[in-house]
């Protein structure tokens, strides 16, 4: 049983165009019937419209099988006097899902990514905090890549948010407990006995996806096709009951190791 993340694993971070090995990783699913979720941390689009996007670049698997922050957020923030903060297409999709977005009395701010936050963005952010609004995460990535360059992620902004102001903050999508329960609870659906700790979570997080995932007992599998360059950036600094169970290069390796080919 598998969750399987997308940016940087699935597809490039690059053209949003599959890494080699991802389609033919969901086909062997596909053809082997093995329960799979694809969990991601989508935000820029609205969720029917990555799943499509996804489906129509050669991914083969049903909305059912689908989970995105965007999915879980009306149930974890009100829709009125929101202080949303992200790429451009996020706070359009998320007008378009009915948030009314202010910036002179929120109760809520909420955080996507960007590359290019300003300085005065994080001093609204700020001064919002302090005066009560509360803090909430898209997810908890460490790391955004875009155009051959690495941004703090979402998680990276949080912490500093937290520090800065000393408010605490939740996360609506990985590597969040509720989302991954709630991952769970869709893959049950595939097959009753689904259980943490029977699946392998697929990611180039190591320290967001994956180490949320290990806390709930879930078999880690690292790919070095997202945001590390290679194991040796990331592996050596992590305490020891955060490091990945298995270390691929990309899916194609992954897949060419279940099926007993070296790699």
Same mark, same amino acid.
Request: include cysteine; charged fraction near 20%.
């Given at each position: 049983?598998?969750?399987?993340?997308?940016?940087?694993?699935?597809i490039s971070d690059e053209d949003k165009s599959p890494i080699r090995g991802s389609i033919e990783f969901i086909e062997y699913l596909n053809a082997n019937e093995i329960p799979y979720m694809v969990i991601t941390n989508n935000t820029k689009r609205s969720s029917a419209d990555f799943h499509a996007y996804l489906n129509s670049i050669g991914f083969d698997f049903s909305f059912e099988r689908y989970l995105d922050? /965007?999915?879980? #957020? +009306?149930?974890?923030?009100?829709?009125? *006097? %929101?202080?949303?903060?992200?790429?451009?297409?996020?706070?359009?999709? #998320?007008?378009?899902?009915?948030? /009314?977005?202010?910036?002179? @009395?929120?109760?809520? %701010?909420?955080?996507?990514?960007?590359e290019d936050f300003t300085a005065d963005e994080y001093a609204q952010?700020?001064?919002? #905090? /302090?005066?009560?609004a509360k803090l909430v995460g898209m997810h +908890?990535?460490?790391?955004?890549?875009? @155009? *051959?360059?690495?941004?703090?992620? %979402?998680?990276?902004?949080?912490k500093m948010l937290e520090f800065a102001t000393s408010?605490?903050? +939740?996360?609506?999508?990985?590597?969040?407990?509720?989302?991954?329960e709630e991952a769970l609870r869709r893959l049950k659906e595939q097959d009753a006995s689904a259980a943490f700790e029977k699946l392998t979570i697929i990611s180039d997080d190591v320290t967001g996806d994956l180490g949320g995932?290990? +806390?709930?007992?879930?078999?880690?599998?690292?790919?070095?096709?997202g945001k590390y360059r290679s194991a040796e950036e990331i592996i050596p600094s992590l305490e020891e009951e955060k490091k990945? !169970?298995?270390?691929?290069? !990309?899916?194609?390796?992954? #897949?060419?190791?279940? @099926?007993?080919?070296?790699?």
């Open positions: 049983m598998y969750f399987i993340d997308v940016q940087g694993t699935l922050p /965007l999915m879980l #957020l +009306e149930a974890r923030i009100e829709k009125e *006097a %929101v202080a949303a903060y992200g790429a451009q297409k996020f706070l359009e999709t #998320l007008e378009g899902m009915g948030y /009314l977005l202010d910036y002179k @009395n929120p109760k809520s %701010v909420l955080i996507a990514i960007k952010m700020i001064d919002f #905090l /302090l005066s009560g +908890e990535t460490s790391l955004y890549a875009k @155009n *051959a360059k690495r941004y703090p992620g %979402v998680g990276a902004i949080l408010c605490s903050y +939740e996360v609506v999508g990985k590597p969040s407990k509720n989302f991954y995932a290990k +806390e709930l007992g879930m078999q880690t599998l690292f790919v070095t096709s990945p !169970d298995l270390i691929k290069a !990309d899916m194609q390796a992954v #897949l060419q190791s279940i @099926n007993g080919v070296s790699v």
